[in-house]
């Protein structure tokens, strides 16, 4: 590990001399990702009605808030001040926008409660890029874990399938009935992992084996196919396309500008299509389904409500699913979503349009700008390639679905590179 606490580009073989130091970082590294990749309930039924699911939820937060205080102690012993470096500015203003939102929320206790989790799963993403001894360690680690996962997923499918393929009787999304979900709650929370399983498979075959990242590559990408998630299944190969065109362009304004157009194409086709004309004729005329399965409908809802309250929203993580939507806002189907399948709306939504800007550029602006500062040495440049998909993947895929701040590993692993791009491109002179 180098000084300033960013992932050594030794690769000698982690496990070339085990002590006891390496066995609790593998310990602790693989327990986090286990945790929060399968959680502490997995294959929960969705014959279930939410009222009931929700209480799975509070065991959850439990279990993170445990194992953020197991991480903390191990911080604690080693060398604290290694984390300075990720509090950066607009990390602070994030912080605090989102306290502002807490306090301006029509359900203080309910943001307040939520916030909270989502403050143990930065803090645990923070914590988490200090544990590797090295790239190779990481991948070593990373590996174990995603072949875990899919074995539970797939055992899932051809032992119960009852719980982990939608089924006709589910409480909710009847229709996704058929659709693969693995141990995760819904399918595309399943795709959204499948992509992270892909990314990290082509990272293991460059720093630990050919044959183990591509035999993870393969199991992630059939289970994907068999989501059927539209969204996941198109935005893999754009987000690798786009990876591998970013280090080709040497100006890092440029990069940034390029990844960040593909965002806003996507939302003025998708979003802007119920306001701009030309664009909406146009997909009726290209498109069999204009409506992108019934999104139109939820994104003109959520930006009729954003109008009333755009600068603080109505209180981080607390629009929909909740009574005030579901029973008081009775304008059409729409106000029964979970979200708003579109992150930037939902960010806007919960925490108003400053509060959006702001997680945009931490999450997304600032890592692109971090892997044109970081060093793209031999050692460290798949793991710069690692994180940099998985930043452009959450930009992407949040046109569609709900992934920045998103609770859960979704969020965590993009926590985790943005972390990661941030300590490998402070790390440039010590390297």
């Not at 059927?228 to 440029?254: E, G, N, Q």
């Not at 998909?389 to 926590?415: D, I, K, M, N």
Request: charged fraction near 10%; charge should be neutral.
């Amino acid at each position: 590990m180098a000084q300033r606490g960013v992932i050594s580009t030794d690769l000698r073989p982690a496990g070339a001399a085990i002590s006891p130091d390496w066995l609790i970082r593998s310990l602790l590294l693989g327990a986090t990702f286990l945790l929060l990749w399968i959680s502490f309930l997995p294959f929960p039924d969705r014959s279930l009605p939410p009222e009931v699911a929700e209480q799975g939820s509070i065991v959850n937060q439990i279990g993170y808030s445990l194992l953020f205080v197991v991480l903390a102690a191990w911080c604690v012993v080693h060398e604290p001040s290694r984390l300075l470096p990720l509090v950066r500015p607009t990390l602070v203003a994030v912080l605090l926008w989102l306290a502002i939102s807490v306090a301006a929320s029509w359900d203080p206790s309910l943001s307040a409660r939520r916030l909270m989790f989502t403050l143990l799963t930065i803090g645990i993403a923070a914590i988490v890029v200090l544990l590797p001894k090295n790239v190779r360690h990481f991948g070593d680690v990373l590996a174990a874990v995603s072949l875990i996962v899919l074995a539970a997923c797939y055992i899932g499918i051809f032992v119960a399938p009852s719980l982990a393929i939608h089924q006709p009787t589910d409480f909710t999304d009847i229709e996704l009935a058929g659709d693969w979900r693995g141990i995760f709650g819904h399918k595309n929370e399943a795709s959204a992992a499948m992509v992270l399983f892909v990314f990290i498979g082509l990272f293991v075959a460059r720093v630990r084996s050919m044959a183990i990242g591509l035999f993870i590559v393969a199991l992630s990408f059939v289970f994907l196919v068999f989501t059927h998630s539209k969204t996941s299944i198109l935005m893999l190969p754009l987000t690798l396309a786009v990876a591998a065109l970013l280090p080709r362009i040497r100006r890092p304004f440029v990069g940034v500008a390029f990844a960040l157009s593909i965002a806003v194409g996507f939302n003025l086709f998708s979003v802007g299509s119920i306001y701009i004309e030309p664009i909406r004729n146009l997909l009726d005329a290209t498109m069999a389904d204009p409506s992108f399965t019934g999104r139109t409908d939820i994104w003109e809802f959520a930006i009729s409500r954003l109008a009333q309250h755009p600068f603080v929203g109505y209180g981080f993580a607390a629009f929909w699913n909740t009574p005030e939507v579901i029973y008081g806002m009775k304008e059409n189907w729409a106000n029964t979503a979970s979200h708003a399948h579109n992150g930037y709306l939902d960010l806007a939504i919960t925490i108003g349009i400053p509060g959006a800007i702001l997680v945009v550029v931490w999450l997304v602006v600032l890592p692109i700008l971090d892997f044109y500062r970081s060093p793209h040495e031999t050692a460290v440049a798949p793991l710069e390639t690692l994180f940099l998909r998985v930043c452009l993947f959450a930009a992407y895929a949040s046109c569609f679905e709900s992934r920045l701040l998103q609770e859960g590993t979704g969020g965590f692993f993009l926590f985790t590179a943005a972390f990661g791009l941030r300590l490998l491109s402070v790390s440039r002179a010590a390297i």
